[in-house]
């Protein structure tokens, strides 16, 4: 079975802050990974795939099969970073999305 | 280009009574799916199709049935709701190529007295 932890419900920085939202899976195959963010009154939407190696409004995500994480990481918070932030994995057929259960960031001024 | 449309938007419901909370999405995607999500709890996979006439259970199916009868269309049945079925529901969809992006709804809140 496909699980996707994210141990912290609440995350609270200042502004400026470095921010880690920490994400531990666990797949006996060959994961794909995803963060998605969900803005104040917005649809939840893609924030970055961890096989595009791209960095979104700043995020990145590195994907450590050793420690079974994806943690999304930026160096510098932003107010407009705030929102709620769910971990997926998707399973080697690709037809279903896992996700974990959320983490609220807020950032402060 | 609407994108994923579900209705109602809000719902209150007596418990046991039924209705079906409805998913259309205008991108031609095989693959959509119902999610509920709950405080803490993330968003758990209700049920899942991969093409028309193709359904399949996800983590929480119980109390909850689907078809699929177009490519549009993701209806979701409750048959005999209960107030554990209150939370927020979540449609989406993704092109053939699996769930690389899926593209949400706006959701439905129900809430089951």
């Known amino acids: 079975a496909q699980r996707v932890t994210q141990p912290e419900k609440l995350l609270s920085v200042f502004k400026g802050a470095p921010v880690e939202l920490k994400c531990n899976y666990s797949?006996?195959?060959?994961?794909?990974l995803f963060w998605y963010v969900q803005y104040s009154r917005q649809r939840l939407q893609l924030l970055l795939r961890?096989?595009s190696r791209e960095s979104i409004k700043g995020f990145t995500a590195d994907l450590n099969k050793g420690e079974t994480s994806f943690h999304l990481k930026k160096p510098f918070a932003q107010e407009e970073d705030s929102a709620m932030y769910y971990c997926?994995?998707?399973?080697?057929?690709?037809?279903?999305?896992?996700f974990g259960g959320g983490t609220r960031l807020m950032v402060k001024p | 280009n609407a994108g994923v449309t579900q209705t109602p938007k809000f719902q209150v419901l007596k418990t046991g009574q039924s209705m079906t909370l409805q998913c259309a999405q205008d991108?031609?995607?095989?693959?959509m799916s119902w999610y509920r999500q709950d405080p803490g709890m993330g968003l758990r996979l209700i049920h899942y199709?991969?093409?028309?006439?193709?359904?399949d259970q996800g983590e929480v199916p119980n109390g909850y049935n689907v078809s699929r009868s177009t490519t549009e269309d993701f209806p979701l049945r409750l048959l005999s709701a209960a107030p554990s079925q209150t939370s927020v529901y979540f449609c989406?969809?993704?092109?053939?190529?699996?769930?690389?992006?899926?593209?949400f709804g706006q959701g439905t809140r129900l809430t089951v007295v």
């Open positions: 989406a969809s993704s092109p053939r190529q699996g769930w690389t992006e899926a593209f």
């Open positions: 797949y006996s195959g060959s994961p794909e």
């Open positions: 961890h096989i």
């Open positions: 997926a994995l998707l399973n080697n057929a690709g037809n279903m999305l896992t």
């Open positions: 991108m031609n995607h095989e693959y």
């Open positions: 199709s991969v093409g028309a006439g193709i359904t």
